[in-house]
Structure formats: structure tokens, C-alpha cells
Nanobody, 124 residues
């Protein structure tokens, strides 16, 4: 059974940085694309960034380009989200997600496994 456990959320001032981590277990981590989603109060969940199973391809939402960086360590079964220059509008619950199918491209990724979420709050 796939398990995803996020950590690293918290309260930070605008302009600050945070790093989220997501530890995965239950299957061969390196075969699956991973993503980070977020959901702010009253808003729909949105894809923030994703990374291919090998780590060579990434996607970023326009709202975070140049500020957020996704990476993965396949030896540690962990995906990271480095967030910098944080803004109050980045405040949300951040969810780690894993692709359902192995060896899929990012465009074809279907994120069927989810972590419990970690709260990120950016104060102005």
C-alpha cells in the first residue's frame, strides 16, 4: 500500500523560505512521477509542481515559477519542495501526490495517491 507522509510546513513571514518533504513507501518510488498540490481556504486544489519519475522533467504553475523548486532523491524515496520568496497567497495546505501508473510522462500523470497534507501559512 502506498503511503506518503509530508513534513516541513509551518508559519513563515512573507519573503521567507520553507522546505517540504514527502517520504514515500509501499512501492518502487523511482518508477513514479510525483507532484505537490495545494488547497487554500475556499479554493479548489491546484497542481503546484510535478517531477518525472527519473527527475529530468519538471512542471511549475505560473504562480510559483522562479520561486519554488521540486526535487527528488530516489535513494531516499523522498520528494522535496523548496519554497522561497513566499507570499501570503501561498498560504494553503500542501499535499504530496504520487502517480498511479509507472513510467508515465508528466503530461500523462494521474495522481491517485495522496499524503495527509501539511499547512503552510505565510504572514504579511
Amino acid at each position: 500500500q502506498v503511503q506518503l507522509v509530508e513534513s516541513g510546513g509551518g508559519l513563515v513571514q512573507a519573503g521567507g523560505s520553507l522546505r517540504l518533504s514527502c517520504a514515500a513507501s509501499g512501492r518502487t518510488f523511482k518508477h513514479y512521477a510525483m507532484g505537490w498540490f495545494r488547497q487554500a481556504p475556499g479554493k479548489e486544489r491546484e497542481l503546484v509542481t510535478s517531477i518525472s519519475y527519473g527527475g529530468s522533467s519538471t512542471y511549475y504553475a505560473d504562480s510559483v515559477k522562479g520561486r519554488f523548486t521540486i526535487s527528488r532523491d530516489n535513494a531516499k524515496n523522498t520528494v522535496y519542495l523548496q519554497m522561497a520568496s513566499l507570499k501570503p497567497e501561498d498560504t494553503a495546505i500542501y499535499y504530496c501526490a504520487a502517480d498511479t501508473f509507472a513510467f508515465a510522462t508528466l503530461k500523462a500523470a494521474k495522481f491517485g495517491y495522496w499524503g495527509q497534507g501539511t499547512q503552510v501559512t505565510v504572514s504579511s
